[in-house]
């Protein structure tokens, strides 16, 4: 059985920075691709980043682009969210996902999300 876990959340002023995590069980995600993905209240849960663990191929939602870095550790089977100069329009539900392989195209697709995390809130105050 997969289980993913964040954490990281919390509150913090536009400019400031979070670091999201998401500790996986259950299966071995080498070969995987993980995503972060977000949903902000009356809004549509949208793509933020994505990693193919295996290559290290990452993939970034436009408006996360620059702010934002994805990243992993083999060894504690954990993801990564690094987010910098947060705004207000970041504050969402956060949620970690896993899939079977993903690319520049398909990363951000919800629907092919095999597992998913039960969430982290961010808020970012003006």
């Known amino acids: 059985q997969v289980h993913l876990v964040e954490s990281g959340g919390g509150s913090v002023q536009a400019g400031g920075s979070l670091r999201l995590s998401c500790a996986a069980s259950?299966?071995?995600?080498?070969?995987?691709?993980m995503g972060w993905f977000r949903q902000a209240p009356g809004k549509e849960r949208e793509g933020v980043a994505a990693?193919?663990?295996?290559?290290?191929?990452?993939y970034y939602a436009d408006s996360v682009k620059g702010r934002f870095t994805i990243s992993q550790d083999n060894a504690k089977n954990t993801l990564y969210l690094q987010m910098n100069s947060l705004k207000p329009e970041d504050t969402a539900m956060y949620y970690c996902?896993?899939?079977?392989?993903?690319?520049?195209?398909?990363?951000?697709?919800?629907?092919?999300?095999?597992?998913w995390g039960q969430g982290t809130q961010v808020t970012v105050s003006s």
């Open positions: 996902a896993a899939r079977w392989n993903c690319n520049s195209g398909s990363w951000p697709r919800t629907y092919e999300y095999n597992f």
């Open positions: 259950g299966y071995t995600y080498t070969r995987d691709c």
């Open positions: 990693m193919n663990i295996a290559g290290g191929s990452t």
